[in-house]
């Protein structure tokens, strides 16, 4: 895939600019579309130049196959959009710290001030790795006991929340740190035209900021 297999950092270097560019595409919403269907030129934005490199770049990486103009995913590039939540939680979420990374090292900017995370990325990221990973667990736990609330601390979005009580018929109570996690939370829940409670603001000194949660119930 490079022109001198024996040398590690071409892997790093690929490995960095694939997670960008399915990060980039799954932040425009344009990744779902490239698995479902592929992705033209035209379809990514006016920047011909950029467009059209970054679909060659997916080709030569063996994650696309152009077929009549059409970039489809190889069977590789659907094993990376099948664990795409990594890549948003690393790339989306914690791209402004790795960037800054020496900057905490020496103290120069202090996490959470100066430089934070895009929490709204990491529980869009965190939201789809633990459906893929964690949800059969949960439920496999979860089947084996009776309840009709369940409460996810650090909830992000809401997504397994979300599942657990669209498979089980109960109630639930999200609550996490950030107030555009909940309020997705609360969004997708409103597209699902499920009912949800207020948020409430509770301060941590702990955490340097305020948990939010929400309410939500299965029933319509």
Known sequence: MHDKPGRKVFDYMEGYVVCAVYSGLERIGKLDRFAEHGLTADDLGSNAFLTEATLRYLSQRGLARE????HRPTDLGRELYADRGYLNWLSGGYGEPLHAFGDLLTGAATFGEQVDRDV???AVGTALAGGKDLRPYVMDLLNRIEFSRAADLGCGNGHLL?????ATGGNGVGIDISADACAEARRRCAARAWRTGSTSCTPTPATRGASRSWRTSSSR
């Open 67 to 70: 077929e009549g103009g059409v």
């Open 120 to 122: 709204r990325w990491v």
């Open 162 to 166: 979300i599942s657990l009580c669209r």
